[in-house]
Structures are given as structure tokens and as C-alpha cells.
């Protein structure tokens, strides 16, 4: 195996790893703050419910990346590409916004969704808005998605063309 | 400990926000016809049913419900412990007291606490206080035997507050916490204002009030004793940073000192109501009952002793929701 797949793969694993990881800690946080809402007032699950599932997106982006990359660079069917450790490294950076950005916006994420739960707690009528302070932080995931997701199509491009 | 993990912590306390007396619900209070129609409001409110019309019954099982709710839910009550720490030793100081001068103990007692009101009475009743916790062992062989040997109620006195406001402090610095580090900071301060104040008035020498002020608040305790022996008025000195205010009510009557610094109390936790993680928001919240429940008192106090609506309206304190 060539140095040049042993990069891609570590800058899906690292998309995967990052996004995961905050997401873990994000979803894991709300639910604390959800759980405490609930003890007190288990009709509002619900409300509290979608702001912990929020932070749990980044999760699921980096893992499509991840996805995305076995399957252009081959690993994913059995038969890995040749690649020049200059065009690993091309994908391992393609990986680095979602494995940055994915973390570090699925706890802030989680913090507005905390802030979010106590509106709940003390104000439901306003979820809506709970909701959308911490929805404005996928924002920025969505965009590092989009940024990792153009960026590979167009190394795989250049490679094969 | 990671101020994210009081998260449900402060989430419950959200909850329970709304169960709180709002201004309103005081003013209802205010304007009952009697003291039974006040307890009536309380109760409807979810207040304990009131024993055999004690209205001291009800706000001590608010309170104790208070603190157990708290300690229930944060992830470590032994830091939070600094909220109430300073009830054990009021409750050392009642029962020195009551020791020498015969008078019912139970009355005196102050809940919550840390410390098992009852090994604070065996150890004062045996005058052997190994067994009490190490913030309270030291005083309590201090204050007893200024109390058997020199019998000076006020050094008892005096002993134990120092030692209290130091221990409060130092508590505060391990929970973590700029609010409870700002509460007594204050009360302290409060405290040091009183006791020069009242060293003066009861014929004491400088020394002693020199000796008895804590010096745990940031007023300068030389400066303060220096003003109030020298009849100069204690607004100079106790113009400190942060307390600037204090320095208007330092001189007046003891009654708006004390409201002034519960109703700054109630100010600072004020701050922190939207706080999502950390101590401080549970802080907060029970320095928030600590006002309403002493709210309470007064106005059940006054409805029992027949005092005016508007006289009522006056005394009471800020509250907190």
C-alpha cells in the first residue's frame, strides 16, 4: 500500500473521528440538560428531544465523507487506486474541514441547544426559536461538508483525467 | 470539574424557576386578609401545609426542600456545600449559648446544614469536639472555652464568625464560584461594618474590635475600626472596589444595611440566571430562594402581628425571578 492511500484514508478517518467525536460529546451534553427538563416535566421530551438530536449531524456528515472517499479512491470496492503521496495528501486536506469543523461546531452547536433546552424549560411556547439559535450553527457544518465533498470530486477528477 | 456536567443541574433549576413566588404572587401575599389567607396562597403555591401554625415551619421545610433539590441534582453537592456551610456554624454558636443559658435548643437550630445538628450538640454538651468536622473542630474548642473561661458571649460570638467567613471563603474559591465568592465577599464586609459598629456602642476597646472584624471582605479592617472610633463616619472607608454603594447605607440603620446588601445578593445572582453550565446558576438559585423565603417570613411575621400593607411593602426584599 502506498503512502499516497495511507493519507486519504487517514484524512477520512479523521472526518469520521472529529465529526463523531464532537457529535458524541454534543449529543451527550444536551441530553444531560434534556434529562433534567424531563425530570421535571416529562410532557416536554418532545422539545427537548429535537434540540439534543441537532449536534448529532456532524456525526453523520463526517461519516459520508468518509464513505465518499473509500469509494473514490477504491477501497471501498476491493480495489484500492494508485495514488502519488502528493495526491493523498490532496485528500487528506479535502478531509480537513469537515474533521475541524465538524468537532468544533457540534459542541458549540450543543452549547446553543443547552441554552435551548433551559428556554424550554421555562418558556415552551418559544421552542421554535430554541431550535433555530441552535440550527444556525449547522450552518457552518453543512459548509465544510460542501467544501470537503467539492474539493474530493475535483482531486478524483484531476487524477483521472 | 467541568462546568458543562451541571448541565441537567441547572436545566431542573430552570424548571423549578417557574414554581417561584413572582411579584405578583408577593403582592397577593401582602394584601391576604389575615395570616391564615397568606399561608392559604402559599400552600396553593406548593408550600409545605404549615405545623400547628408556625410560619417558620413552612419556610424552614422551603428551604431545606431547596437544598435538597440542588444537592440532588448537581454532580457534586460537597461543592455546593458553601451555600449552607455557614448554618453549622450559626448552629455552634446557638449551642454554646443555649448550653450556659438554659434556654430550648431546637428553637435555635438552623437548617440545612452540613454537619448533623445533633453531633454539634453532643460535642458542646461533652465540651469534646474531635468529632466534629475539621472546619468546625478548632473554633468550636476556641469559642467554648471563651465562653467557660472568660465568659464573653460577644468573643464566643466573634470566634466563630471570623471562622466562618474565612471557611466560606475558602469553600468558595473550591466550588468554583465568582458569585458565591462575591456573596461572601459582601456579607462579609456586611459583617465587619456591624461588628465595628457595634463594638463601639457596647464600650469595646480598638484592640478588641480590631481582633473581631474578619477582614475576609475587601474593606481594610484597620481603616474601618480607625473611622468608627473616631466617630468620622464609615463611608470613607468602606469605599472599596465593587462596593461603592455600601458606603451610603455603612453609617445608617442596621435594618437598610441588611436589606440593601440581600437586595445586592439578589442583584448578582440576577446575573447569572441565563448561565447554562457551571456552579454559579445553581448558586443563584438557591441564594434566589434564600430571598423569597425570607420574604416570606417577613410577611407572614408582620400578618401575625398585625402590622399595614404598606408597611410590609417597604420591608420586603428583591426578588429574584
Known sequence: MSFGIMFAILGGVLAAAGGGAGSAIGVGRVGRAAAGVVTEDPSKFGKVLILQILPGTQGLYGFLIAFLLLTQIGVM???????????????????????????VSALHQANAAVSGVSIVAKRPEESGKAIIFAAMVETYAVLALLISILAMFNITANINA | MRETE???????????????????????????????????????KGWAQPDANSAYDICEAELESAWQFISE??????????VIIGNDFANLKAAIKAKFSNHPLESYMTVPCVCPVEKIIKAVDEGEFADLPDYLKDCAYE???????????????????????????SCADKAQSSLLKEIHTLTAAVSDIKTARRCVSTGKTKQFALDAVSGSGK???????????????LAEAVKAPGL???????????TLLEMYCDNLITKKAKEYKHEVFGPDAAVAYYYGKLAEI???????????????????????RELYV
Open chain 2, 143 to 169: 469559642a467554648y472555652h471563651a465562653y467557660t473561661e472568660k465568659q464573653s458571649g460577644q468573643l464566643t460570638e466573634i470566634i466563630i464568625d471570623k471562622a466562618c467567613a474565612a471557611y466560606k471563603l
Open chain 2, 6 to 44: 451541571y448541565a441537567y443541574a441547572i436545566a431542573r433549576i430552570r424548571a423549578n424557576e417557574l414554581k417561584m413566588l413572582g411579584a405578583q404572587d408577593l403582592e397577593r401575599l401582602i394584601s391576604a386578609e389575615s395570616y391564615d389567607a397568606a399561608v392559604r396562597i402559599l400552600t396553593d
Open chain 2, 244 to 254: 461603592e454603594e455600601l458606603a451610603e447605607y455603612a453609617d445608617g440603620d442596621f
Open chain 2, 73 to 82: 441534582s448537581v454532580p457534586d453537592r460537597s461543592l455546593l456545600e458553601a
Open chain 2, 294 to 316: 425570607k420574604n416570606v417570613r417577613i410577611i407572614l411575621s408582620a400578618k401575625a402581628s398585625g402590622v399595614p400593607d404598606s408597611v410590609i411593602s417597604q420591608r420586603v
Open chain 1, 77 to 103: 470496492g476491493g480495489s484500492p487506486i494508485q495514488l502519488t503521496a502528493a495526491q493523498g495528501l490532496m485528500y487528506f486536506a479535502a478531509c480537513l474541514p469537515m474533521a475541524i469543523c465538524g468537532f
Open chain 2, 219 to 233: 474593606l481594610d479592617s484597620s481603616a474601618l475600626v480607625n473611622a468608627a472610633y473616631d466617630n468620622k463616619g
